[in-house]
């Protein structure tokens, strides 16, 4: 496996890659281009852009850390006052690889690897766009009209129209056949609770023997006795007066019989 292989030997030993990708990235930053095969310009792009970057920071630490691969001052020099400055605000890609065709010799793909010249535009950052608000318009009859025809239309094709019919049919059908089944169980219902039951009665009954006078003064109601109006006293004396003279007087003679009758019982 080749798990964290990274880079190509390019067919020699450690030491001589090392020391030629050193003089070929001085040279490059020398001259800012350099004419050379297809996987050295690769190796040299991914060791030239460290540089770069190291020299970006400009102190003092990262100057020293440049110079231990970077050998020749003057080329040192170039790097850090202008190539770190063209290269400011660039936040990666310093280099471009072009490629030229084959070798005559050997066949081998040749390219070129330059400094990248051009001057560095950020991109700016798209706003968000806001959801465009529906536009509320208020539709003419006419076209409300002409577009439901137009439904209409489109669904008599399809034929959905009679399947829609048959539908509302059967929903019909079902909510007459619940509503009678709702009424017959009302109807059985109904006697059910008109009685009463057997508890209440009992109670009604107890009641009425505890209380037999309320309920039969509360069911008959109290009879009016007229009382006869006074006669004046003249009226009273003259009745009496008449009955006075009506009446036979009895004899003295007739009240010694009835004492004598007496004493004999």
Do not use: C, W
Request: no cysteine; aromatic share 2%.
């Amino acid at each position: 496996m080749r798990h964290k292989r990274v880079g190509r030997k390019l067919g020699v030993t450690t030491k001589h890659r090392k020391s030629m990708l050193r003089n070929m990235v001085t040279d490059l930053f020398r001259n800012d281009k350099l004419k050379t095969t297809d996987t050295r310009a690769k190796e040299i792009r991914r060791v030239a852009e460290k540089v770069i970057t190291i020299a970006k920071d400009g102190t003092l630490h990262k100057r020293r850390q440049a110079a231990a691969y970077v050998r020749d001052k003057e080329v040192l020099k170039k790097l850090f006052d202008e190539i770190a400055e063209k290269f400011k605000d660039r936040p990666g890609g310093y280099t471009r690889i072009t490629k030229l065709g084959f070798r005559k010799g050997d066949n081998t793909p040749i390219s070129i690897i330059e400094l990248v010249e051009e001057e560095y535009k950020p991109k700016k950052k798209k706003k968000a766009k806001a959801a465009p608000k529906k536009k509320t318009t208020a539709k003419t009859e006419s076209d409300s009209a002409k577009t439901k025809s137009s439904k209409k239309e489109s669904a008599e094709e399809l034929g959905l129209i009679e399947e829609e019919a048959k539908a509302k049919e059967t929903l019909a059908a079902e909510a007459v056949a619940v509503a009678e089944a709702v009424e017959e169980v009302k109807e059985a219902t109904e006697p059910e609770v008109k009685e009463a039951p057997v508890e209440d009665t009992e109670v009604e009954a107890k009641e009425e023997a505890a209380e037999p006078e309320a309920k039969v003064q509360e069911e008959t109601p109290e009879e009016k006795v007229e009382e006869p109006a006074a006669e004046p006293e003249a009226e009273i004396e003259a009745k009496a007066e008449e009955a006075s003279e009506g009446e036979p007087q009895d004899s003295p003679d007739a009240e010694d019989e009835k004492e004598a009758e007496k004493k004999e019982d």
